[in-house]
């Protein structure tokens, strides 16, 4: 158990519909990142936040969007959703701010999301 | 095409066999981690390699990072059932933020 923990842990939804995929970090960590893990893409960082603000971002689409609130959880929002997007999307946790060599990121079990 | 490329993609052996993953860039990186991922968890961080040529083991685990910075090797001696799953390796282009990943490897070791 990583301590980071995702919810929901499935989702099936329908093409042009949103959804919210919700983190909570391990305790004490500040920076969230999330990632979309899809059999022909692999593993792809989307978005990090640290302590509230945006942090870096990766290949995340305009239709998607993420914040993380004063607690520290962090929701990442899914618009307009097309067939593509299905996959497990994965939440990470690390002390730090720069996700660094010296800042272990922990990950979620993930949110596995079907779009049909 | 990725920037980490990543081989074999597949790997079927049998308890007790030696096998080496490869991961590799034209890329330099500043640092490179290994993770493993098991079905229906997230990646779990192996080792964390940063200096060229440096050599890092974890019981029968053995990780190098390239002297150039751009490729490394994960070597696995006298494999075990239990260390079947997806072995990820990822590169930090720039310190900090942006992780990228390979493709992976699978790998299923028989008893």
């Known amino acids: 158990d990583s301590g980071v923990t995702q919810t929901p842990k499935h989702l099936i939804t329908a093409t042009g519909q949103r959804v919210t995929l919700r983190c909570s970090p391990r305790s004490g960590d500040l920076s969230v990142y999330w990632y979309q893990q899809s059999l022909d893409q692999g593993l792809q960082f989307l978005i990090q936040y640290y302590n509230g603000e945006e942090r870096a971002k990766g290949n995340i689409l305009e239709r998607f969007s993420a914040q993380q609130f004063p607690d520290l959880h962090s929701e990442l929002n899914l618009s307009s959703l097309e067939l593509g997007d299905s996959a497990l999307y994965f939440c990470?946790?690390?002390?730090?701010?720069?996700?660094?060599?010296?800042?272990?990121?922990?990950f979620g079990p993930g949110t596995r999301l079907t779009v049909l | 095409t990725q920037l980490l490329e990543q081989s074999p993609q597949f790997l079927s052996i049998q308890e007790g066999e030696n096998l080496t993953v490869y991961c590799n860039s034209s890329?330099?990186?500043?640092?490179l981690q290994w993770y493993r991922q098991e079905p229906g968890e997230g990646p779990v961080l192996l080792v964390t390699v940063v200096t060229g040529g440096e050599v890092k083991k974890l019981k029968r685990l053995t990780f190098q990072f390239g002297d150039a910075r751009k490729d490394s090797s994960l070597h696995i001696t006298a494999a075990q059932p239990g260390d079947t799953g997806l072995y990820l390796c990822?590169?930090?282009?720039?310190?900090?933020?942006?992780?990228?990943f390979g493709a992976g490897t699978i790998l299923r070791v028989k008893s």
């Open positions: 990470a946790s690390s002390g730090g701010l720069n996700g660094g060599p010296l800042d272990t990121q922990y």
């Open positions: 890329s330099v990186f500043s640092s």
């Open positions: 990822a590169g930090d282009l720039v310190y900090g933020n942006k992780l990228v």
